[in-house]
């Protein structure tokens, strides 16, 4: 067994209760996971920790939803499940990962009669008593987000009140423009949580454990989920159990963007091992018995080149020892041009280069123009800071906070602010949100105070939501009694 005095020592499977240790396939939990094994298992604190991809993070989620499970442990250890009681909540950015982590949790779990429930809105019909008794779902941030819009019964909003733990796979996708979806249902659960009405239910007390890639700026997450100072736990390159090396090339624009992609052409077989066959093809318009085949036969070695879209970011569970992004971009069918891919997808998709246990190490190599390649150098080293996305869609986060009752006054509004990592890094970035920098303090409270009432004045100018003079009042006018499954993006009102 790990000894519990010496906080290097590796921890021992055994060192859990009996019933959980056969969810483990090894004996010994690596460095990373010892190391954070007291604070994961022996306590309930919220917690933020930040590590390279293939370090080991998910078996972390998995001792803190083993802590919540030892509630229903008797002294002679015997597990007693109450089904749905104390319900986790697991959201990650893709479906995709949500589908990889319920095949694994439900084969893990499922001997505890653990009922995993995914919701991700890929037309699965989950009704009131499926979430009932679920006792881990599964979502996106989008999915959560709308599933939480729940009419209000008895100061009860749906089954919010029974969320005892919240998992946040790839954090850093705050960093992303969907991340403005993760940070509203995050701070929607803080504010709740709060709440009066909720003082005897497990929400009061609900735990918030999030991870993510390294990131240079994990104390402002850690603050705004109001992690103590041991349950942030950051990791180096050190933890990686594959060696890394990455590459970033800028090329010079061409003509036109689609001219540049049929550039970079004539200059990947430069940057890779050419391989005269066994090259393969994989992307989503495949079916799943060729998607399967294709994966299958990659997996084995039989292939050795797979020429790949972004499903790759997606959860596919396609480990390489060289990853090659050839081009940082991608055409945007709504917006009729190339744009960049999101950060968080670029970071998924680098994750598949060296994944242990087969390989022992690894190449990314990134082909980009050069005016953006220290954001791709400053992404693979850590050093981009996460900063918030809500500002830009606030009117409408906002607006589903009104009218599912969470926020009735102006006061409210200022709390569901202060909530969010907005709130934080508005004050430590001020600049990047239209503050100008050096502001004082009472100034800066008090342009987020206006933050507030100008989103406000714009819900009333859209004739969303109805105020009195001092917006002291803040009342949802009846159009917007829509079902909780409808998200309602303000464009419709322009």
């Known amino acids: 067994m790990g000894s519990l005095a010496d906080p290097y020592a590796l921890r021992c499977v055994s060192d859990l209760p009996p019933p959980f240790r056969s969810m483990f396939r090894f004996r010994y939990f690596n460095s990373l996971q010892s190391e954070c094994f007291h604070v994961c298992f022996f306590s309930d604190v919220n917690m933020v920790i930040s590590a390279p991809t293939g370090s080991g993070k998910t078996v972390l989620f998995e001792l803190c939803i083993l802590r919540l499970l030892s509630r229903f442990l008797s002294p002679d250890w015997r597990f007693n499940l109450n089904k749905g009681t104390l319900k986790t909540i697991y959201i990650a950015p893709s479906k995709a990962l949500v589908q990889e982590k319920l095949r694994d949790w ?24 499926a979430i009932h008794d679920a006792d881990l779902i599964l979502t996106t941030p989008e999915k959560f987000d709308s599933m939480s819009r729940h009419g209000i019964k008895s100061g009860r909003l749906g089954f919010f009140c029974d969320i005892a733990l919240v998992l946040i796979d790839e954090v850093h996708l705050l960093n992303d423009p969907r991340g403005a979806a993760l ?209 830009s869609c606030a009117v409408e986060h906002l607006n589903a906070e009104i009218v599912q009752l969470t926020v009735s006054d102006i006061i409210l509004a200022v709390e569901w602010i202060k909530c969010s990592y907005l709130y934080i890094r508005i004050r430590k970035n001020p600049e990047n949100y239209g503050v100008k920098r050096g502001t004082p303090q009472d100034l800066l409270e008090k342009q987020i105070q206006d933050i507030c009432v100008d989103k406000i004045h714009e819900l009333v100018e859209y004739g969303l939501i109805w105020t009195d003079e001092g917006a002291f009042v803040l009342q949802p006018l009846d159009t917007l009694s829509l079902p909780p499954s409808s998200i309602l993006g303000l464009w419709t009102n322009e």
């Open 106 to 129: 439900n084969m893990k779990l499922g001997p505890l009669g653990i009922n995993c429930l995914e919701m991700t809105g890929d037309g699965e019909f989950c009704n009131t008593k």
């Open 183 to 391: 940070e509203a249902v995050v701070s929607r659960i803080k504010m709740l949580s709060r709440h009066d009405n909720m003082k005897s239910f497990p929400l009061a007390n609900v735990r918030l454990i999030a991870v993510s890639a390294t990131i240079p700026n994990i104390e402002d997450i850690a603050q705004w989920l109001l992690a103590p100072r041991e349950g942030i736990k950051r990791f180096g390159e050190e933890m990686r159990p594959v060696k890394l090396t990455t590459k970033v090339f800028g090329y010079a624009p061409a003509k036109n963007d689609f001219l540049f992609e049929r550039r970079l052409q004539s200059f990947i077989y430069g940057k890779c091992n050419p391989v005269p066959f066994s090259v393969g093809f994989h992307n989503g318009g495949l079916c799943l018995k060729d998607r399967g085949l294709v994966e299958g036969l990659f997996l084995k070695g039989d292939l050795q080149v797979l020429c790949t879209t972004n499903t790759l970011a997606h959860g596919v569970n396609l480990p390489a020892h060289t990853v090659v992004i050839k081009s940082t971009q991608f055409f945007n069918k709504e917006k009729g041009l190339y744009v960049e891919y999101e950060r968080s997808m670029v970071l998924q998709m680098c994750g598949r280069a060296g994944r242990p246990p087969f390989d022992d190490t690894g190449t990314i190599i990134i082909m980009t123009r050069k005016e953006t390649v220290h954001l791709y150098e400053n992404l693979l080293n850590g050093c981009e800071m996460v900063e918030s996305q809500l500002l």
